[in-house]
């Protein structure tokens, strides 16, 4: 069977569970979730994983069920079955902050920056929440601002930065505790083109420092210019998965999805 088409796998949550135990790499593994609201069945037996290391894209239409399937992920919707597992550990009933603590970032759609506070301010107030020295704070807070290209901007009040800016403060408060993995949602909403390479370089440089990164975004062509893999969900389903040149050429996501005029031309991965 082509494993583009195969719809979702009907994954046993004991032999799930034992085949991550084996896994060297860290990985979120999601296994048969579903998902109702209100009678309506949005996510049905989704399965995915996504392994440090790796930049993995959630994408579909509208109604397609992957912001449900992404909010399982992160924590703030609970799935009516299936788990979700970090490694062996089950943190299906995790909440978000939980999460966190083991390594689970998250960066939301919607402005999180405290605008009437500084760069440095809006970094620091995550900080001080980490069991770690002043000192390493303070180094680690420096360390940010140079990674993220904003020490010019570590007075700037929140209120006065760019979307693109925005995005880069943000990006380095998820980067604060040092997570394992970072799940994106709607990175490149919001900011203008010049703005969006620079988002997609930032997300290809958390990779090489050995990061794992979940995306959903309705950017497609952006999305699947920096992932290694891709998922496609419609009507609450996995349709295909792959590379983004497989999933770009296959016609299932063509057809429901991506529209015959997608070019592979348009896909090929970045690389710094």
Excluded at 177 to 197: H, R, T, W, Y
Excluded at 229 to 254: C, D, F, H, P, W
Aim: charged content about 25%.
């Amino acid at each position: 069977m082509n494993n583009l088409e195969a719809t979702l796998p009907n994954n046993n949550e004991t032999n799930l569970k034992s085949d991550i135990i084996q896994k060297n790499v860290d990985t979120i593994t999601v296994g048969s979730v579903c998902k109702s609201y209100k009678g309506r069945q949005v996510v049905n037996n989704v399965s995915l994983d996504i392994k440090k290391g790796e930049i993995v894209g959630l994408l579909g239409p509208n109604g397609a069920g992957k912001t449900t399937t992404f909010y399982m992920v992160v924590g703030l919707v609970k799935p009516d079955s299936g788990k979700v597992f970090y490694n062996d550990k089950d943190i299906t009933k995790k909440a978000m902050y939980q999460r966190a603590r083991i390594g689970v970032g998250y960066l939301p759609q919607e402005a999180s920056v405290f605008r009437k506070l500084t760069v440095k301010e809006n970094i620091w107030l995550i900080l001080e929440g980490i069991n770690i020295s002043h000192k390493e704070k303070k180094e680690r807070l420096d360390m940010l601002l140079t990674d993220l290209d904003i020490g010019r901007l570590s007075n700037s009040l929140g209120y006065s930065l760019s979307g693109g800016e925005r995005r880069r403060v943000e990006i380095a408060r998820a980067l604060a505790a040092e997570p394992s993995f970072i799940l994106l949602d709607e990175p490149f909403a919001g900011v203008d083109p010049i703005a969006v390479q620079d988002i997609q370089s930032i997300v290809i440089k958390l990779q090489k420092k050995g990061l794992g990164l979940l995306i959903t975004d309705h950017n497609v062509r952006e999305t699947l210019a920096i992932v290694d893999r891709a998922y496609i969900m419609s009507n609450g389903k996995i349709l295909v998965s792959g590379s983004a040149q497989e999933v770009a050429t296959n016609e299932t996501a063509r057809k429901f999805y991506l529209g015959d005029r997608f070019q592979l031309d348009q896909v090929e991965k970045l690389t710094e």
